[in-house]
Every structure is written in structure tokens, then in C-alpha cells.
């Protein structure tokens, strides 16, 4: 059974700097695509920054240039480096797989629970 479970998430002045980590268990065959998505109270959870199986970056428009998306396939890890958050930064980060379980097998998207990121001084 595939798991993914964040870490690092918590308070952070603006300005400063926040890495969040997603550690993924269990077995899988391939991945597709790696991601972090938040969510802020009232709002739908949105795209911040995703990583294509060839290591290819991608970022939502409000994040360019201060956060960057990076992933370690020997230790089944990926993580979302935050530079300069804003108070606009804060939500819920959820971390997100496409992987195959199999060759030739139908893609499948696995969600971590969530962690609070708070940008506030």
C-alpha cells in the first residue's frame, strides 16, 4: 500500500525560509509525476509546484523564484524548498504521486494527509 507523509511544516516569518519533505512507502512501479499542492481556508486546494519524471520543474505563478521542488528517488522522497514565504503562503501543503503500480497499468494518485505551513511575524 502506497503512504505519503509530510514534514516540516509549522510557523515561519516572512522572509525567511521553510523546507517541507514527503517521504513515500510502499511499492510501486513507476512514477509520473511528483507535486505539492496547498490549500488556504476558504479557497481550493491549488497547484504550487510539480516535477516531472525527468526531473522537470513547473511552478504556479505565485510561487516562481522563491520556492523550488526537488526529489530524491534513491530515498523515496520529495521536497518543497520555501524561500521568502508571504502571509499568502500560508495553507495546507499536500503532497501528491501519479505512479503505476505495475507496467502497463493504469496511473494512480496517491495524496499525503497534509501539513500547516503559517507565514505570520
Known amino acids: 500500500q502506497v503512504q505519503l507523509a509530510e514534514s516540516g511544516g509549522g510557523l515561519v516569518q516572512p522572509g525567511g525560509s521553510l523546507r517541507l519533505s514527503c517521504a513515500r512507502s510502499?511499492?510501486?512501479?513507476?512514477?509520473?509525476?511528483m507535486a505539492w499542492y496547498r490549500q488556504a481556508p476558504g479557497k481550493e486546494r491549488e497547484l504550487v509546484a510539480g516535477?516531472?519524471?525527468?526531473?522537470?520543474?513547473i511552478y504556479a505563478d505565485p510561487v516562481k523564484g522563491r520556492f523550488t521542488i526537488s526529489r530524491d528517488n534513491a530515498k523515496n522522497m520529495v521536497y518543497l524548498q520555501m524561500n521568502s514565504p508571504k502571509p499568502e503562503d500560508t495553507a495546507v501543503y499536500y503532497c501528491?504521486?501519479?505512479?503505476?503500480?505495475?507496467?502497463?497499468?493504469?496511473?494512480?494518485?496517491?495524496w499525503g494527509p497534509g501539513i500547516q505551513v503559517t507565514v505570520s511575524s
Open positions: 510502499g511499492s510501486i512501479f513507476s512514477i509520473d509525476y
Open positions: 501528491n504521486v501519479r505512479a503505476r503500480l505495475r507496467f502497463g497499468g493504469q496511473q494512480i494518485a496517491y
Open positions: 516535477i516531472t519524471s525527468d526531473g522537470s520543474p
